[in-house]
């Protein structure tokens, strides 16, 4: 039991860390403050050959803290070899989707039902059709709510599991989603038929808290878990090492 | 070797409405701005861009050049999203042809080789094989007999792209960390046009920095323009960072119909040297504010 308090936003740091737990020598992807706190602090700890870049063209070495520039570089990988890492499946990558659904379909791209005139036009699917469909795939969702977990997502970027058995065993061969970080839980892709399921409840949090902020009814497998507690090193090494001016809270506010 | 420097009125010159042009860098990185700026205050319309878009595909958009737009996203990397871009889109202004960032690297990839298209996995089961009817699948001759995307080639009928160095010839040197995927652009393309920080002779290139930042090579190059700060305001590292203040009041202009015709008849009405004027004198405004 941990003698200090954790917050929220070390919580949901130490469930990101987590989703890379077993993955060993691969590309650790992070979008978004807190990712990037969880994916440092997982090859501090528990996966130390995971790979880091520094968001530009190098591989990162060592640990250091979020908002700065890495200390050391160990290897050149331009966006272009960036494709060579995701095709090849050695990479594990947590997006940021705008919209989620129940089928475990993600959205980057743009809000409304006419493709041609988008209510809202957000990035484009970036890289998440190949990312989904090659490598492994978590996600974050910093806010928790009925407008993130959505019925029906109007735009298919992210591929979940029941569209790539539709569209064939080359779609599914690779596709492995793991888990989804929220501000509220970690749900993943454990439902009938690959849909979204509840794993766990971060610690002060109701089920019913997380079904009001869900636009769909989330399954759940019985009492749902409580999500673990960050060890007190992995707090100290949060707080002082990766992310010292304390970034992560800016992303999910204590309460 | 042949001199194929010029201005960029006289690349413009060399385009025509209706065109396929590429543009190199991503994001906010390195993009041919003074080149897009030319075009952006040219007669022509109805082009079709591809890109790993910026601003290039904001101020193409903002000037109605733009009829299709081939991408994976359009960003400003510090401000997620582009405006211009996404009026542009909300207004039903221009066709999209989205397509995963892989797929572009792969049609662009099967262009260069003169390849009508390559297998790629990405794009299976995602909205992209939804909002392009013409994409087909592939099923692979061999025993696996996996159905993949048959990403079709990109062709250009121009490439623009921006470089730390070049020499006359069109030899281009990447002093920045990342080639991103410009040779491909010049490769994919029947005429591709280089502009530059600075022209040098050509035996500085190699003595400034190793042979493998010699990415684009004189015989993918059409023309080359020399454009001190044509990159702006996208990075162009090392010779300098994005201009994050300029960026920001290009984003808050763009919010606002009439702050923008200001914006415009402040920065684009004239040439680039009248842009690059006109910079200098807001960038010391904004020191004396």
């Known amino acids: 039991m941990s003698i200090v308090t954790a917050t929220r936003a070390e919580i949901c740091a130490a469930a990101c860390a987590d989703a890379w737990r077993g993955d060993g020598e691969l590309l650790a992807s992070p979008f978004g403050t807190i990712p990037t706190v969880g994916a440092r602090l997982a090859r501090a700890t528990f996966e130390p050959d995971l790979l880091l870049t520094d968001g530009e063209a190098a591989f990162a070495a060592g640990t250091w803290p979020v908002g700065e520039q890495p200390r050391r570089r160990e290897g050149y990988v331009p966006f272009r070899s960036i494709f060579e890492l995701v095709w090849s499946g050695r990479r594990h990558v947590m997006m940021i989707p705008s919209q989620l659904d129940r089928a475990g379909n993600a959205n980057i791209s743009c809000i409304g039902e006419d493709y041609d005139r988008p209510k809202v036009q957000l990035l484009g699917v970036r890289g998440a059709p190949g990312n989904t469909v090659s490598h492994p795939t978590s996600y974050w969702i910093p806010r928790h709510s009925p407008r993130a977990l959505v019925e029906r997502v109007d735009m298919v970027a992210g591929v979940g599991p029941a569209a790539a058995a539709a569209a064939g065993p080359a779609a599914e061969r690779f596709l492995d989603l793991r888990v989804v970080v929220t501000d509220l839980a970690v749900l993943d892709f454990r439902g009938a038929g690959g849909t979204l399921r509840l794993r766990s409840l971060h610690p002060g949090v109701t089920l019913e808290q997380v079904q009001a902020a869900t636009g769909f009814e989330l399954a759940t497998d019985g009492e749902p878990a409580t999500t673990r507690l960050p060890s007190d090193e992995e707090l100290r090494l949060i707080r002082e090492v990766i992310d010292p001016r304390g970034l992560r809270e800016r992303e999910v506010p204590s309460a | ?289």
């Open chain 2, 1 to 289: 070797m042949s001199n194929k420097l010029m201005s960029e009125e006289q690349v413009v010159a060399e385009l025509r409405s209706g065109m396929t042009i590429g543009i190199g860098g991503w994001g906010s990185r390195r993009k041919p701005m003074s080149l897009v700026r030319a075009i952006a205050r040219s007669e022509l319309r109805d082009l079709t861009v591809v890109a790993y878009g910026g601003p290039d595909v904001g101020l193409l958009c903002a000037a109605g050049k733009v009829r299709r737009l081939v991408y994976g996203f359009v960003s400003l990397d510090t401000i997620a999203l582009e405006p211009h871009f996404r009026a542009a889109r909300q207004a039903g202004a221009i066709e999209s042809v989205e397509y995963d960032e892989g797929m572009l690297y792969w049609g662009l990839y099967a262009a260069a080789n003169r390849l009508p298209f390559l297998p790629t996995r990405a794009g299976l089961g995602s909205g992209v094989m939804r909002t392009n009817p013409d994409l087909r699948t592939i099923v692979s001759p061999y025993g696996d007999g996996e159905e993949l995307v048959a990403m079709p080639a990109l062709r250009l009928d121009a490439a623009l792209v921006h470089l730390n160095r070049a020499d006359a010839a069109g030899n281009g040197q990447f002093l920045g960390p990342d080639p991103y995927f410009d040779d491909l652009f010049c490769m994919a393309a029947e005429r591709a046009y280089l502009s530059c920080e600075r022209v040098v002779p050509t035996e500085e290139l190699a003595a400034a920095a190793p042979l493998s930042t010699l990415r684009v090579a004189r015989w993918m190059v059409h023309g080359v323009v020399e454009a001190p700060g044509g990159a702006h305001f996208t990075s162009c590292v090392p010779d300098y960072e994005r201009d994050e203040a300029f960026q920001r009041a290009y984003v808050e202009a763009a919010g606002d119909p009439e702050r923008w015709q200001e914006f415009a008849a402040r920065f684009l009405a004239g040439d680039e040297a009248g842009y690059q004027r006109a910079v200098a004198q807001w960038q010391n405004d904004e020191v004396v504010a």
